[in-house]
């Protein structure tokens, strides 16, 4: 099993909402990742967890806020964004942390908030 | 930190043709560089990488090379197939830092 699962993949909510985006990975990686990315724009970092625990937060505003239960599954939970965090969110994983080999990517959930 | 600049950022080949995009770094530290290859609607997908301590790299129609001393990375795909159309992102990297670069949407035409 070579796949990281994203759910859902079409998330639509307003700007008082609380919502989740959720990802699983079951390749026995250590390291996950959440990216953002815009059109026509590069995946953009928010944040990382290494061995479960929060290792990098990109200066991403608390209205997005991550969660890795176990090793893996990781959440990132959304609550009171605002239209212009509507984007392509995507979950990867790595066998450890980044710099050291291929990141996994997921499918991407698209998120609109209106 | 480490900053990719990828160029260009559109190309359109023939089919068969070869096709070329050029990336640089700015951190002498990276020393992994990946190439992802993202289809609509897709997650980015890794087609090649190279580590700092070799030149080149290929596989099939697909090769990048590496210069470190310049420290610039370029993909080579050569015989372009239409399947081949789709946005390509090189990234450098290294201990905990990985940085894309903006993308090169390919367009192979039959």
């Known amino acids: 099993d070579t796949e990281v699962t994203q759910t859902p993949k079409h998330l639509v909510m307003g700007m008082t909402n609380k919502k989740s985006l959720k990802c699983e990975q079951h390749m026995g990686h250590r390291a996950m990742y959440w990216y953002k990315q815009k059109a026509k724009k590069p995946p953009e970092l928010m944040f990382v967890?290494?061995?479960?625990?929060?290792?990098i937060n990109e200066s991403v505003p608390s209205r997005f806020s991550p969660e890795c239960p176990n090793s893996s599954l990781l959440n990132l939970h959304l609550h009171a964004l605002q239209p212009e965090d509507s984007a392509l969110y995507l979950c990867?994983?790595?066998?450890?942390?980044?710099?050291?080999?291929?990141?996994?990517f997921g499918e991407g959930s698209r998120l609109t908030v209106l | 930190g480490e900053n990719v600049e990828q160029h260009p950022s559109t190309l359109s080949v023939q089919e068969g043709d070869s096709a070329v995009i050029k990336c640089t770094y700015s951190?002498?530290?990276?020393?992994?560089f990946p190439w992802y290859k993202q289809e609509l609607g897709k997650g980015p997908q890794l087609i090649i990488d190279i580590r700092s301590n070799v030149g080149e790299k290929k596989d099939q129609r697909i090769a990048v090379t590496l210069n470190k001393t310049a420290k610039h990375f370029s993909l080579h795909i050569t015989e372009t197939q239409p399947e081949d159309s789709a946005v390509y992102f090189c990234?450098?990297?290294?201990?905990?830092?990985?940085?894309f670069g903006a993308g090169t949407r390919l367009t192979v035409k039959p």
């Open positions: 990867a994983s790595s066998l450890m942390l980044q710099g050291s080999g291929e990141l996994f």
């Open positions: 990234a450098a990297s290294s201990r905990n830092d990985m940085r």
């Open positions: 951190d002498s530290a990276s020393n992994y």
């Open positions: 967890y290494s061995y479960e625990k929060l290792s």
